[in-house]
């Protein structure tokens, strides 16, 4: 059964975990037509449980639906060609189309050796999720400065971490926790450099874009900053102490700026402040023990 034939089915089941889109979508890049696979909101499928201190949000699973992954949805795939990217991105791409279409095998022959079984005209996995945020990547690299791409890209990495953990809990026996490391890396990486290019006003990150990390709330920019010390800390360089002392202490002033003026707020909630004061003494131990090794 296709994704078309399926969504009929599911149009008035309340107790259906997700929902097709009621339009087609037209791919950009091969003019593909196809639905959108969404989550559905309410009646006990979402069970929020901790929020960690990547501000990557735990869900417990459902006594209705079982394990729901909310992160497997937002990327939008065409099951064709698969372009990939967040849905204003997929519908207007700001990228020259025939890029994109010259790009089509490589990014099928991306996903050969981690993802092999995908398939995006079925209901989406972790699998397919994975894949959509690895596809997005790919894609970005393609996009004009006013797409802001580097940030998306290192977004993208940072939640296909998170789903790499998830998987290798459910197939410990394959190489994703190893992978959840390389994308936790890449995008500590591409979240340095994404910042690096809005000081240089070459990639202007716009409040209107929903910055999440996760999709359960958006921290703003504050989070971003949050997160680039938390990356940087946790996952960050370690080679080189000279360069690492250097990081770390733009990062502890960073971080020591969230929680120096005012207390929390709508804008800057409790939790934020609260990592980010957790965060600053972890750094502050550490610059001080790398200038003590100088």
């Known amino acids: 059964m296709n994704i078309r034939d399926r969504s009929k089915g599911l149009e008035n089941n309340k107790l259906s975990l997700t929902f097709y889109s009621k339009k087609d979508f037209v791919c950009p890049v091969c003019e593909y037509e196809h639905l959108h696979e969404d989550l559905r909101r309410g009646d006990g499928r979402l069970i929020s449980a901790d929020l960690t201190d990547e501000l990557h949000r735990i869900y417990d699973p459902s006594p209705k639906y079982g394990a729901v992954y909310p992160l497997i949805y937002p990327i ?13 991105d997929f519908s207007n791409p700001l990228v020259p189309i025939d890029q994109l279409k010259n790009h089509r095998d490589a990014r099928k022959k991306l996903l050969v050796n981690i993802l092999p079984d995908v398939d995006f005209t079925d209901n989406r996995r972790l699998q397919e999720g994975l894949a959509s945020y690895v596809l997005a990547i790919a894609c970005y690299d393609f996009y004009q400065d006013d797409a802001f791409p580097v940030f998306k890209q290192g977004l993208c990495a940072l939640r296909a971490g998170w ?18 490391k390389h994308f936790l ?30 999709v359960d709330r958006n921290y703003g920019y504050d989070g971003v900053v949050y997160l680039h010390g938390m990356l940087e800390f946790r996952y960050g360089m370690r080679e080189n ?46 610059v001080e023990l790398l200038q003590v090794s100088q």
């Open 76 to 88: 939008y795939v065409c099951p064709s060609c698969y372009f990939a990217g967040f849905n204003q």
């Open 163 to 180: 789903l790499c953990v998830y998987l290798h809990r459910q197939m410990p026996d394959q190489q994703y926790l190893y992978l959840s």
């Open 185 to 214: 890396r890449k995008a500590t990486f591409l979240y340095d450099y994404s910042l690096e290019l809005e000081i240089k006003k070459k990639q202007i990150i716009p409040a209107t874009f929903f910055l999440g990390p996760d």
């Open 241 to 286: 102490s000279q360069k690492r002392l250097e990081k770390l202490s733009r990062i502890k002033m960073n971080i020591g700026k969230l929680f120096g003026f005012g207390g929390a707020s709508r804008e800057k909630p409790s939790a934020i402040l609260d990592m980010a004061r957790r965060l600053f003494d972890s750094v502050s131990n550490e």
